[in-house]
């Protein structure tokens, strides 16, 4: 009889003192599943601060970012699904839900929020809708794509100025109302941390608030740096088939919206790094009856996770980039790169770092990453489950955009 592996067993190393019972359960699915949900509440949050703030220079963003927040909702359970031993059974919050529960509140959150950025989406482009709808009207072998429009535009064929401005009301009060669902949606995540209390690392008020800063910083930095790669990819076709004049018009535009941008990821950024390190020093300063065991971790174990990599190259150097004057393009992409990385670091010194050590405080745990898989759960918790999860986004985008194109068309 083939002997029972337990989960987490192929990838824990323990040293030192650790109960036999103990593993690192909690693996990179775990730390992407804040990560992603924290793109989809920074993404909504940045077309909001148009939509809502009426913040005119972040007008060409919007929309983008709106589209981009859609594509990345599905993804943001696609963690929680591939860490689940019985997946099938995660339908069954959603079906019994009740508030004791933060996982069956998050189904709740989850959903109602799905409903509103497709609600915001559809005000957003009925006008197109009806647009397109008139337009493939005749066109030879247009009737597919024109009765998909006809779906979408749901009967709603008035584009008077009067039906358009109802429109724009109505995106405002969904996007003022998302603004705080989106907080709570990823809140949540931190709200499960930490409400831990046998976890000392995790253990912690400001838990919630530095995720949501978090995830507003890392949506607005990857909406950037997707929009970059689209207005590049742009520059290379137009300098291909119109020359030089026509890869200078889309620079100048990306120039500008990537500037305006970058104004409000730096102070979202000062504000996430602030509310970090105020939880570190109160950790320091409180010195609980577990901080020897937790200094050690993040003096030593740790050292390089977070104050190299998290602190370092994930805050402190894109803060600079950013802050120097006559920011470019190619400065600012490397710098929103990094933000990235820093952010995805926070979650994984938060969810592998909290396992690190023993309850014993006497033992610790290191994570080796399943690199090339042998079984189903070294695929789903290894590099290949990782990479599923971070490409499934930008397909998602690319297919939504054949659709609801989230910038104008060449």
Same mark, same amino acid.
Request: net charge positive; with cysteine.
């Given at each position: 009889?083939?002997?029972?592996?337990?989960?987490?067993?192929?990838?824990?190393?323990?040293?030192?003192?650790?109960?036999?019972?103990?593993?690192?359960?909690?693996?990179?699915?775990?730390?992407?599943?804040?990560?992603?949900?924290?793109?989809?509440?920074?993404?909504?949050?940045?077309?909001?601060?148009?939509?809502?703030?009426?913040?005119?220079?972040?007008?060409?963003?919007?929309?983008? *970012?709106? %589209?981009? $927040?859609?594509?990345? /909702?599905?993804?943001? &359970?696609?963690? +929680?699904?591939?860490?689940?031993?019985?997946?099938?059974?995660?339908?069954?919050?959603?079906?019994?839900?009740?508030?004791?529960?933060?996982?069956?509140?998050?189904?709740?959150?989850?959903?109602?929020?799905?409903?509103?950025?497709?609600?915001?989406?559809?005000?957003?482009?009925?006008?197109?809708?009806?647009?397109?709808?008139?337009?493939?009207?005749?066109?030879?072998?247009?009737?597919?794509?024109?009765?998909?429009?006809?779906?979408?535009?749901?009967?709603?064929?008035?584009?008077?100025?009067?039906?358009?401005?109802?429109?724009?009301?109505?995106?405002?009060?969904?996007?003022?109302?998302?603004?705080?669902?989106?907080?709570?949606?990823?809140?949540?995540?931190?709200?499960?941390?930490?409400?831990?209390?046998?976890?000392?690392?995790?253990?912690?008020?400001?838990?919630?608030?530095?995720?949501?800063? *978090?995830? %507003?910083? $890392?949506?607005?930095? /990857?909406?950037?740096? &997707?929009?970059? +790669?689209?207005?590049?990819?742009?520059?290379?076709?137009?300098?291909?088939?119109?020359?030089?004049?026509?890869?200078?018009?889309?620079?100048?535009?990306?120039?500008?919206?990537?500037?305006?941008?970058?104004?409000?990821?730096?102070?979202?950024?000062?504000?996430?790094?602030?509310?970090?390190?105020?939880?570190?020093?109160?950790?320091?300063?409180?010195?609980?009856?577990?901080?020897?065991?937790?200094?050690?971790?993040?003096?030593?174990?740790?050292?390089?996770?977070?104050?190299?990599?998290?602190?370092?190259?994930?805050?402190?150097?894109?803060?600079?980039?950013?802050?120097?004057?006559?920011?470019?393009?190619?400065?600012?992409?490397?710098?929103?790169?990094?933000?990235?990385?820093?952010?995805?670091?926070?979650?994984?010194?938060?969810?592998?770092?909290?396992?690190?050590?023993?309850?014993?405080?006497?033992?610790?745990?290191?994570?080796?990453?399943?690199?090339?898989?042998?079984?189903?759960?070294?695929?789903?918790?290894?590099?290949?489950?990782?990479?599923?999860?971070?490409?499934?986004?930008?397909?998602?985008?690319?297919?939504?955009?054949?659709?609801?194109?989230?910038?104008?068309?060449?």
């Amino acid at each position: 009889m083939d002997p029972i592996v337990v989960h987490g067993a192929e990838w824990t190393v323990k040293e030192l003192f650790v109960y036999p019972n103990e593993f690192i359960y909690w693996a990179i699915q775990i730390v992407l599943y804040p990560y992603m949900t924290g793109l989809v509440a920074g993404a909504f949050v940045l077309s909001s601060m148009y939509h809502v703030f009426g913040q005119q220079d972040l007008k060409e963003l919007a929309r983008f *970012s709106l %589209v981009f $927040s859609l594509a990345l /909702l599905p993804v943001a &359970t696609m963690p +929680l699904l591939l860490h689940l031993q019985q997946p099938f059974r995660a339908i069954h919050v959603l079906f019994t839900p009740h508030f004791t529960s933060a996982i069956s509140a998050f189904g709740i959150v989850f959903s109602t929020y799905g409903l509103l950025v497709i609600s915001e989406i559809w005000f957003v482009y009925r006008r197109y809708f009806v647009e397109r709808v008139n337009g493939l009207e005749g066109v030879p072998g247009a009737g597919l794509k024109r009765g998909l429009y006809k779906v979408l535009a749901m009967g709603a064929y008035d584009i008077s100025e009067e039906a358009i401005a109802k429109d724009k009301k109505a995106v405002k009060i969904l996007a003022a109302f998302g603004i705080p669902i989106a907080c709570f949606l990823h809140g949540y995540a931190g709200f499960i941390f930490g409400s831990v209390k046998a976890n000392a690392l995790w253990m912690s008020p400001l838990m919630p608030v530095i995720f949501i800063m *978090s995830a %507003v910083v $890392s949506g607005i930095a /990857l909406c950037m740096l &997707t929009y970059i +790669l689209i207005m590049e990819w742009r520059k290379f076709q137009r300098r291909r088939h119109a020359g030089e004049s026509g890869a200078r018009q889309i620079a100048g535009t990306e120039q500008e919206v990537i500037s305006k941008a970058s104004r409000y990821l730096l102070g979202f950024l000062v504000a996430a790094i602030s509310l970090e390190l105020l939880d570190l020093i109160f950790r320091g300063y409180t010195a609980m009856k577990s901080w020897d065991i937790l200094r050690s971790v993040m003096y030593g174990k740790d050292f390089a996770n977070i104050f190299i990599y998290q602190y370092g190259l994930g805050n402190l150097v894109p803060f600079i980039l950013l802050l120097i004057p006559g920011t470019s393009i190619r400065r600012t992409a490397v710098a929103l790169v990094l933000v990235l990385f820093g952010v995805f670091m926070m979650r994984w010194n938060v969810v592998i770092g909290g396992q690190a050590f023993s309850l014993s405080f006497a033992g610790y745990m290191h994570y080796h990453m399943p690199i090339i898989p042998h079984d189903l759960a070294t695929f789903k918790e290894g590099l290949p489950g990782a990479l599923l999860v971070a490409v499934t986004p930008f397909v998602l985008f690319w297919a939504i955009n054949r659709v609801v194109p989230s910038l104008g068309r060449d």
